[in-house]
């Protein structure tokens, strides 16, 4: 007989709360401790480490970013990673690069296949499933965007598009993986109209996360810093949507 730990029985107890709260507010917080039960600090500083490899963005804004996505067929539990690397968002959503194909260096195996991001994945595709913001009759894409925002006193970064905004995606996982300590700004905002804002989150420690539906709008502040050696803000997103 296969006993569940109390640790196995707690996670799915916190997947199914943040669920539900995501599902009745639209955004979720989930603190960093959940994604940390089985991860070490060394094993973190493996990935952020990565960041210092990516590519700048071609559309600029002081971004660098790789991206990579799953295709998780109905029924299945098994993740297939999707050769084709193209990223699309409709004018509708994205309003500055949106209606084009965009091209980014795919994701490192390194940072693909750690443990830390594949527990960070199943968890997430766990908690998507009880959201139903998706299809799970037919293909769901997940796909992933490392991103850093690298700023310095005279150039800002910025995310895009800028301001609030809905995504193509219906549901978005934003963890972070680090902020320098000198920065300033990418705080996250919510929004129930374009005119209101409810909520300002900051995130500020490693794999502290926002769940994101399509019920609410929502933005990142532009980085800034007053240190010449520069700052950034690292990210990875989780998106879930259907082909």
């Not at 500020?204 to 990142?220: I, N, R, S, Y």
């Amino acid at each position: 007989m296969v006993q569940v730990s109390k640790v196995q029985k707690e996670l799915t107890s916190d997947i199914s709360n943040y669920a539900s709260f995501l599902k009745e507010n639209g955004y979720s917080y989930i603190p960093a401790d959940f994604y940390q039960q089985k991860n070490t600090d060394a094993a973190v500083r493996e990935l952020q480490l990565t960041y210092e490899d990516l590519k700048a963005d071609p559309k600029g804004g002081g971004r660098y970013r790789a991206h990579s996505r799953y295709i998780l067929a109905p029924h299945s539990d098994t993740l297939e990673l999707d050769p084709d690397n193209g990223y699309f968002q409709s004018k509708e959503y994205n309003y500055d690069d949106g209606g084009i194909v965009r091209e980014f260096d795919k994701i490192s195996n390194e940072f693909l296949h750690h443990p830390v991001t594949q527990q960070m994945i199943h968890s997430n595709v766990e908690m998507a499933r009880q959201t139903d913001f998706v299809d799970w009759e037919k293909e769901v894409i997940v796909g992933l965007h490392q991103i850093r925002y690298h700023v310095t006193p005279d150039a800002p970064s910025y995310s895009s598009p800028i301001w609030l905004h809905r995504d193509d995606e219906p549901l978005v996982f934003v963890h972070l993986f680090k902020l320098s300590e000198d920065a300033i700004g990418g705080d996250n905002l919510i929004a129930p109209s374009v005119k209101q804002i409810d909520k300002v989150l900051r995130l500020t420690d490693p794999l502290e996360t926002l769940a994101l539906g399509q019920k609410v709008f929502h933005a990142v502040t532009p980085v800034g810093t007053a240190n010449i050696d520069g700052a950034h803000r690292d990210i990875l997103l989780v998106t879930f949507s259907n082909r």
